[in-house]
């Protein structure tokens, strides 16, 4: 069941630059769980997409089973969406993407959707560098089945049930950057500063783009001695620096030393604060980024914000050399060139 919103906004309400409310990038109301983090991780995606000034139809939403997988309701309804099975998105939007090579694409899934039954499928399409921006919606439970515990648990985390955690969990951001990802990110949904930046760079990226978001089941697993709870986040999360995203427009150069601050007026007179990177931390590097998240696990730490990103890697479709027209688009005589041309096309071969 959902809820439509009222059509009724503030008349001073803001534009982006192609003449889009923000309201023309929400869904419905949220029948979620009051206080889930999910809510949160959607409200982020709808102000990326304005922010960015994407048609709204211009985006395509998919997702797989779980509370997770409801959440494209609540976000975006002017735009296309396909609810697959479970563990099954990632199938769906390889073939969308391949039809469609022009619109925006966001997955979206849970840690019990891509972590078990959607793993496989979940390491082909970051192997294949398929062009999306995959968001996990990560609470470490089973919320629409009373809360199991999923394999994105920690060993030794007690939800409601009151059972520890027996089994070793799976880091769904060092995976992903095992498998070659070219952009991978980790967020908290109590962290929307942090949150959308991350959502408007993953959707920008050219190529996959994982964004493991730790987003606490309010009914489930958020106990005090849950690791995916808000409070043991708040308490034990760790930044790679403070970062934000700019769109493309000219040049702006400036030289910061290493260990220093400098404000930068932007194009839009809006003015931010570069800040050099931490010591010792390159997210150009993967080996830095696998061995950040390692330090910070033993540590019991999260550590959050972009951990690895590499903008030079070929996507999808530059490695299979696709048609730059949208195959859905293609008419009948550039799908069946005729006989003289598949005769050439054979004689190559022989």
Request: glycine share 10%.
């Amino acid at each position: 069941m959902s809820y439509k919103r009222p059509s009724f906004r503030h008349p001073g309400a803001a534009i982006n630059e192609i003449g889009f409310h923000q309201k023309d990038y929400e869904g419905a109301l949220s029948t979620l769980c009051a206080g889930c983090g999910h809510d949160s991780i959607s409200a982020a995606i709808i102000q990326a997409c304005f922010e960015l000034a994407i048609p709204p139809h211009r985006i395509a939403k998919i997702s797989g089973i779980g509370c997770s997988s409801k959440t494209p309701t609540y976000f975006l309804a002017n735009s296309h969406g396909f609810n697959s099975v479970h563990g099954r998105m990632p199938s769906v939007a390889t073939g969308a993407v391949m039809a469609n090579r022009d619109l925006t694409y966001i997955g979206v899934s849970g840690d019990g959707d891509s972590a078990s039954i959607g793993m496989g499928q979940f390491a082909h399409v970051v192997r294949r560098n398929l062009n999306m921006v995959y968001i996990v919606m990560n609470n470490g439970c089973y919320g629409l089945t009373k809360g199991q515990d999923s394999a994105t648990a920690d060993v030794g985390s007690v939800g409601k049930a009151g059972v520890p955690t027996m089994f070793s969990s799976i880091d769904l951001a060092g995976l992903a950057l095992e498998l070659g990802a070219d952009f991978v990110a980790r967020s908290f949904s109590g962290d929307k500063d942090q949150l959308i930046p991350l959502i408007k760079a993953g959707i920008s990226h050219n190529g996959f783009a994982l964004i493991d978001v730790l987003s606490p089941c309010v009914t489930f697993n958020n106990t005090k001695t849950s690791t995916k709870s808000y409070s043991y986040v708040r308490d034990h999360m760790g930044s790679t620096s403070i970062a934000d995203f700019v769109p493309e427009k000219s040049e702006i150069t400036a030289t910061v030393a290493p260990g220093e601050s400098k404000m930068i007026e932007m194009h839009d007179g809006s003015i931010i604060e570069l800040t050099s990177l931490a010591e010792g931390w390159d997210p150009g590097n993967r080996l830095s980024a696998i061995n950040a998240i390692h330090n910070a696990n033993l540590k019991g730490e999260v550590l959050t914000g972009l951990l690895y990103i590499d903008a030079k890697q070929p996507s999808v479709h530059q490695l299979l050399n696709t048609t730059l027209k949208p195959l859905n688009s293609l008419n009948q005589d550039e799908l069946m060139p005729g006989v003289e041309l598949l005769e050439r096309i054979n004689a190559e071969f022989r």
